[in-house]
């Protein structure tokens, strides 16, 4: 088990030692910290390795000049200039923040970004303003359209984080597919099937197998297939692939270039980077502050008390399972796989620093 | 067969027999007939009957004084008087388009409103601006949260439309719930099952029944069970109904009075009426508008060439199903069942007007 501090101070003095800029390196520390403590371990310290061989094959750039391309009181789409995701994710989000204090509402779409993390840390950014915050990203394809066997989009996230009052807040992150690629991958390395309703093999079959991804194989959008509504998963999808990408001027769709140092970029660009969409919406926009908080905390209440189903757990509110990890962390430590644990000493190693303390 | 204009100069002429203002009435049967042409019929001419008993047992508002009641350059709360859906939500999409000419976003959040018809209407209000639509509702409960029996939520649609180029625009428009109330009513009269993973039991049992809604049961959200992800659809469903009441004012998830003239309104309410959710966007916000429509068109083409799953039908964007229907029946009319016949035969008897034509 590690403190989050520990892991913290770690990644941000690896972050530095390559020469970030001492807020960058702190933004992504927090971000990947963030991850680590809701318990979302695929998008924490297991993404390092990737994230620092990414940097050294030139594909992220560290003194990145980011900077707004074009803004209207309420929008900005910003320019990420190859920077890591999550330094032009919190700026861009933070821009967000500024226009609604402004005008209400402030909505900023990014371009030429990379990898950000968890959706959700942007989104609670908003919190801390008596705001409401959406987060959004597209990511590299592995999904396939309804009726498709191509890989047209990532598994494009979407957050939502409101604030409540005596409550803690609403916060939902969700991946709009059925599965999460990281999921798949621990199926896959413990022998497993999955049921049917998440993957489909090269040809559009129905695949019980999480590793058919490594053959071809695709996942399917939320709904599972046309008959339970995947169209709809499909929309939910693709509308984030264009908030993200066609609104900034990024690679949309199949042209997303992939996140990790393994697989290079396609040939064919259809923009600059990845794309992220943020919102902020001032809760005084539409209520006195006091009022909307009574209201959440109400319709939070509400949701509590909604009847489990005979066997089921207790309904639960969007965020719960996460803060429960978060206490659980703050309590016990965070713990990583070896495997993780191999990865951050061999990076750790390669910059003179060192990783051991647990 | 039945031709638009002729349905509607009928739902104009019956909705200012009523009472109705000229304007109102013609966006009543804008709305209705746009959802026929599209090949929406649940949200068409079927509705007639109880919009007109909900308005002659007073529970709706003919005379409305549409208002805002508090706002930002980019934002508004309007209070929609008790008003028939359509004219409310009608009235609010202005108002977010105006904003958005402002400063680059409008958002609109309404109370004391009633069902609209089909989300689709007012988001696509916003293409002939050069902006995107965004249209929400909440709807009255049927839906269950993951895990839980209880009827808390609505089949709560999120429809967004998004200006192409060369190419027709982008529109989605889909309830948050793997099935659409009016199927499973379909479904039903034909003595049909259906397949798992929509309906469940008064017990949270899993059901094939498409009755079981008028045995206590419910809808599940989008994905089915927690298995596939029924937790994602409830965090989109639930948000909407944030998004619609607690922003607004407007009543809440199980709080959300029936919008049919037989089952009467909850005696506790946490706010006035149902709510809604718009938006708008300037595509100039982001792109000069030529580069954001050929972005789009490029879009459009890409996913137009998603390769098909074997034995599937072509890929679809998002409308292309609707704007097909809109081409048959202006080629071939728009039918209607009987029981809607005699319906509308019926309301106009009563009214001293005629529906016979055919």
Redesign the interface.
């Known amino acids: 088990m590690y403190s989050a501090e520990y892991l913290h101070d770690f990644t941000y003095g690896l972050f530095r030692k390559i020469g970030c800029p001492e807020q960058d390196a702190a933004t992504l520390a927090d971000v990947l910290l963030a991850a680590e403590k809701r318990g979302i371990s695929s998008h924490g310290m297991i993404r390092i390795k990737d994230y620092y061989q990414m940097w050294e094959k030139g594909r992220i750039n560290i003194q990145p000049s980011i900077r707004v391309l074009?803004?209207?009181?309420?929008?900005a789409?910003v320019d990420g200039d190859g920077a890591f995701g999550m330094a032009a994710a919190k700026r861009s989000m933070q821009i967000a923040i500024d226009k609604a204090l402004?005008?209400?509402?402030g909505?900023v779409?990014t371009q030429n970004s990379s990898h950000f993390g968890i959706a959700g840390y942007y989104s609670m950014m908003a919190l801390e303003q008596d705001m409401i915050g959406i987060a959004m990203t597209n990511a590299n394809p592995l999904v396939?359209?309804?009726?498709?066997?191509?890989r047209?989009l990532g598994t494009n996230p979407?957050a939502?984080a409101?604030p409540a009052g005596d409550h803690p807040p609403?916060v939902?992150d969700?991946?709009?597919?059925?599965?999460a690629r990281g999921k798949l991958k621990i199926k896959g390395q413990q022998g497993e099937r999955i049921?049917e309703?998440?993957v489909?093999d090269a040809?559009?079959?129905p695949s019980t197998d999480p590793d058919i991804i490594k053959q071809g194989g695709s996942i399917l959008p939320?709904?599972?297939d046309h008959?339970?509504?995947s169209?709809?998963?499909?929309?939910?999808n693709?509308?984030v692939?264009?908030f993200s990408a066609?609104?900034?001027?990024a690679n949309?769709?199949?042209?997303v270039p992939p996140q990790v140092p393994y697989l290079e970029a396609p040939d064919k660009q259809?923009?600059k980077g990845l794309g992220h969409f943020f919102g902020a919406?001032?809760i005084d926009?539409?209520?006195e502050k006091e009022t909307?908080k009574q209201?959440?905390d109400?319709?939070i209440e509400?949701?509590r008390q909604?009847?489990?189903?005979?066997g089921?757990?207790?309904?639960?509110i969007?965020g719960d399972p996460e803060r429960a990890m978060e206490t659980q962390t703050a309590r016990e430590g965070i713990e990583l796989i070896d495997a993780v644990k191999k990865d951050l000493r061999e990076v750790a190693g390669s910059l003179g620093l060192s990783f051991d303390m647990e």
């Open positions: 074009r803004e209207t009181p309420g929008t789409v402004q005008v209400g509402t909505w779409t396939a359209p309804t009726y498709s066997k191509s047209m979407i939502v409101i609403y939902a969700f991946a709009t597919t059925p599965i049921a309703g998440f489909q040809e559009g079959h939320l709904g599972g008959l339970h509504g169209h709809k998963g499909y929309c939910l693709s509308m692939d264009i066609v609104f900034s001027g949309f769709g199949p042209f259809t923009g919406m001032r926009a539409f209520q909307f209201r959440m109400q319709w509400t949701f909604s009847e489990s189903a005979e089921q757990p207790p309904v639960l969007p």
